[in-house]
């Protein structure tokens, strides 16, 4: 398929899980959806039969504490949407409809591993009619104390370049680069799990986070201990995460990324940040089609058009 046109799944998917901060049962539905959809939840199960649908985009962020959560949380919103949403950008998937009748996204084994199984199962589609891509145009950077997050200009691709460094030395510094494509965050993030330690367990229950967490879906560390009997899947399991984080994360851009993303400490907050940054900017950015690709692989020959979107308005 050529990296010019839009994508849509080739047939529906059904995923039943539960969320790991609520504890809900989900069921969740993925449907094909026409060009310039874009992605989509539908929020079902409602109180009085309602519905809801509410766009994956940046603007309509909630919350960032823990996990991301889109739409309004008294009215209602979908939580823990980066996994799913992660997938979702890597393997190109432009067009969906993501129907949940639950308040947050399953945590399946608390990775992106069965939402990238599921898509590929299903297949992906290419649609007639363009795709277009946001390029940076200049550097957008925001800090919080010693973390930083940043978007850079670059020729062509989407890297990540993503550095932890926590006290503890089970996790220590950790940094992670990588050129994104979707064999790539097949091969390297997919698999990678959250984690969290145990010590924080108690408070975030009185919180009503992680209400479904277990070592089923979680690595959980006590202190300098991985609990899980099968132990990590990389040496850096934890900063793989945090980059996936990333990719799903800015996937809520609404569009595939032309540029670097930097962070140093990062997280949800500052993932979404930069995005509120960079539009709140328009010199620095613009929407563009782009000819002559493949969709995964050579990113070097890639041909760039004339804009055709001018920037988003607020």
């Known amino acids: 398929m050529k990296s010019g046109h839009q994508t849509t799944l080739r047939s529906r998917i059904a995923l039943n ?28 199960g409602l109180p009085g039969g309602r519905e809801r649908l509410i766009e994956a985009l940046w603007s309509n962020v909630s919350m960032t ?29 432009d067009n969906c409809t993501i129907e949940i009748d639950g308040p947050e996204v399953p ?13 590929r199962k299903a297949g992906i589609v290419e649609l007639d009619a363009p795709r277009r891509y946001l390029k940076i145009l200049k550097p957008v950077r925001v800090e919080h104390g010693r973390a930083f997050s940043e978007l ?11 550095e932890i460094d926590f006290e503890t030395g089970m996790i220590g510094r950790q940094k992670k680069v990588i050129d994104l494509d979707g064999r790539v965050f097949e091969r390297d993030l997919a698999r ?16 009503g986070f992680a209400l479904g967490a277990s070592l089923e879906n979680t690595v959980a560390l006590d202190e300098e201990r991985v609990l899980n009997p ?20 800015l ?3 609404g569009a595939p990324i032309i540029g670097t993303y930097r ?39 890639l041909r760039i058009a004339q804009p055709v979107y001018a920037p988003v308005r607020s």
């Open 17 to 44: 899980g539960a969320g790991v901060h609520s504890n809900a049962p989900v069921r969740l539905v993925l449907h094909p959806a026409e060009a310039n959809h874009g992605v989509t939840f539908l929020r079902t």
């Open 65 to 93: 504490e823990l996990c991301t959560v889109i739409g309004d949380p008294a009215d209602a919103s979908v939580s823990t949407v980066e996994h799913l949403l992660a997938a979702i950008a890597a393997l190109g998937l």
């Open 107 to 119: 945590i399946m084994d608390g990775s992106s591993a069965e939402f990238v199984a599921a898509i």
């Open 152 to 162: 850079r200009p670059a020729d062509s691709g989407f890297r990540l370049e993503v």
């Open 192 to 207: 990678a799990r959250t984690f969290g330690f145990l010590r924080d367990v108690e408070r975030l229950w009185k919180a």
């Open 230 to 249: 099968e132990g990590l899947r990389w040496p850096d399991e934890f900063v793989r995460h945090k980059t996936l984080d990333a990719v799903g994360d």
């Open 251 to 253: 996937a809520l851009a």
């Open 263 to 301: 962070s140093y400490c990062g997280g949800h907050k500052m993932n979404v940040a930069v995005l509120a940054a960079l539009f709140a900017d328009k010199t620095a950015f613009e929407f563009i089609e782009l000819a002559g690709a493949r969709r995964e692989g050579a990113r070097s020959d």
